[in-house]
């Protein structure tokens, strides 16, 4: 029987203030809570909504990538190729997983969600915490909390 919880609990010390990153990161956390709830320790049921949530969670990751890609390029982030290459290897480890489990090895539902809830807790709270802070020093506060960016090489704007 599934669960109805959360493995991670969304609050404010995980925001940047960027409505566009804070939504993305808000996703990724709900995407690990349906994981967590559809451990039932069934076997054929894990590994069936394995195989439906895979594609869901590479698409969110590539798009949230590029995203602060786009965004530390826009606005010359410093640590942009290291935070880059956290990205490239995340990408790599998560793309091996999925080999794995297509090629037939058995991917554990539990040892994956907890994967993703380490690495999302640990990239927030250490890696994007360093472009949080530079952004917060770039950015406008809106009357509303938000902050406005403006990009360099781009006449738009990212809230």
Same mark, same amino acid.
Request: net charge positive.
């Given at each position: 029987?599934? $669960?109805?919880? &959360?493995?991670?609990? /969304?609050?404010?010390? %995980?925001?940047?203030? @960027? $409505?566009?990153?804070?939504?993305? !990161? $808000?996703? +990724?956390?709900?995407?690990?809570?349906?994981? *967590?709830?559809?451990?039932?320790?069934?076997? /054929?049921?894990?590994?069936?909504?394995?195989?439906?949530?895979? #594609?869901?969670?590479?698409? *969110?990751?590539?798009? !949230?990538?590029?995203?602060?890609?786009?965004? %530390?390029?826009?606005?010359?982030?410093?640590? *942009?190729?290291?935070? $880059?290459?956290? !990205? &490239?290897? %995340? @990408?790599?480890?998560?793309?091996?997983? @999925?080999?794995?489990?297509? =090629?037939?090895?058995?991917? =554990?539902? #539990? =040892? %994956?969600?907890?994967?993703?809830?380490? /690495?999302?807790? #640990? !990239?927030?709270?250490? +890696? &994007?915490?360093?472009?949080?802070?530079?952004?917060?020093?770039?950015?406008?506060?809106?009357?509303?909390?938000?902050?406005?960016? =403006? +990009?360099?090489?781009?006449?738009?704007?990212? +809230?």
């Amino acid at each position: 029987m599934a $669960k109805n919880s &959360d493995l991670i609990t /969304w609050s404010n010390t %995980f925001a940047c203030g @960027i $409505k566009i990153i804070d939504d993305q !990161h $808000k996703s +990724m956390v709900n995407l690990v809570n349906d994981m *967590y709830n559809h451990i039932t320790g069934n076997e /054929w049921e894990e590994q069936e909504y394995l195989r439906r949530v895979l #594609t869901t969670a590479v698409k *969110y990751i590539r798009v !949230h990538f590029t995203t602060e890609e786009r965004i %530390f390029i826009g606005t010359k982030f410093v640590g *942009y190729l290291e935070h $880059k290459k956290e !990205h &490239d290897h %995340f @990408i790599l480890t998560v793309t091996d997983r @999925i080999k794995e489990f297509q =090629s037939g090895k058995r991917v =554990s539902l #539990t =040892s %994956f969600t907890n994967f993703l809830k380490d /690495w999302i807790l #640990t !990239h927030i709270a250490v +890696m &994007d915490k360093q472009y949080f802070i530079y952004l917060k020093q770039i950015a406008v506060r809106r009357p509303d909390g938000r902050y406005v960016i =403006s +990009m360099i090489n781009k006449n738009s704007q990212m +809230m």
